[in-house]
T-cell receptor, first 117, second 115 residues
Framework: DAKTTQPNSMESNEEEPVHLPCNHS???????IHWYRQLPSQGPEYVIH???SNVNNRMASLAIAEDRKSSTLILHRATLRDAAVYYC??????????????????FGQGTILTVHP | DTEVTQTPKHLVMGMTNKKSLKCEQH?????MYWYKQKAKKPPELMFV???????INESVPSRFSPECPNSSLLNLHLHALQPEDSALYLC??????????????FGSGTRLTVV
């Protein structure tokens, strides 16, 4: 899988928007951008994914740069429950079985998000 | 049912013990995974099962033995572990087809301590 780079940590205040960046300059044309988060003492939780266009769901928005070399996960109004480690992961979708990395979700170091009351 | 259930939540075992971790899902997912997570580190993939067959083994030592008896159940058999194997063991599942387009559902994990 292509490599992603994220800041080690970020801080936010409650009820403010949070923009979590991710750089993936070696992304290939068949790589999807996935975001997961892991709350303390829990397993990772799927947040959102996209290919080229910006995506929205009930949890967050994903903004993808036009050249796809970077993306930003946006939490519109941070709450204390959003404090977690956020992982940006590239998934290869090329090929009939979902790519050469089929079945392999490989986590990087992620960004530790702290939310202050 | 949209959950992956792992049991037990905590396990303490001696280095000569044999124990098993259990993972269950009823979402119809045909791909299931075991991950290992050490403290303050990201999860690391151990095994992938697709349609009840082992498809990926990430060079895991043989003291860890996975088993997928049916499409809903995944076990991890443990034998002769070392203290450095103490970690959070996470199970996950996903749709098997076009895996890269799917989200994974993770369980809350089993916290294993080897003494």
């Amino acid at each position: 899988d292509a490599k992603t780079t994220q800041p080690n940590s970020m801080e936010s205040n409650e009820e403010e928007p949070v923009h979590l960046p991710c750089n993936h300059s070696t992304i290939s044309g068949t790589d999807y951008i996935h975001w997961y988060r892991q709350l303390p003492s829990q397993g990772p939780e799927y947040v959102i994914h996209g290919l080229t266009s910006n995506v929205n769901n009930r949890m967050a928005s994903l903004a993808i740069a036009e050249d796809r070399k970077s993306s930003t996960l946006i939490l519109h109004r941070a709450t204390l429950r959003d404090a977690a480690v956020y992982y940006c992961i590239l998934r290869d979708a090329g090929g009939p079985a979902g790519g050469t990395s089929y079945g392999k979700l490989t986590f990087g170091q992620g960004t530790i998000l702290t939310v202050h009351p | 049912d949209t959950e992956v259930t792992q049991t037990p939540k905590h396990l303490v075992m001696g280095m000569t013990n044999k124990k098993s971790l259990k993972c269950e899902q009823h979402m119809g997912h045909r791909a299931m995974y075991w991950y290992k997570q050490k403290a303050k580190k990201p999860p690391e993939l151990m095994f992938v099962y697709s349609y009840e067959k082992l498809s990926i083994n990430e060079s895991v030592p043989s003291r860890f033995s996975p088993e997928c008896p049916n499409s809903s159940l995944l076990n991890l058999h443990l034998h002769a572990l070392q203290p450095e194997d103490s970690a959070l063991y996470l199970c996950a599942s996903s749709q098997a087809i076009r895996a890269a387009l799917r989200g994974y559902t993770f369980g809350s994990g089993t916290r294993l301590t080897v003494v």
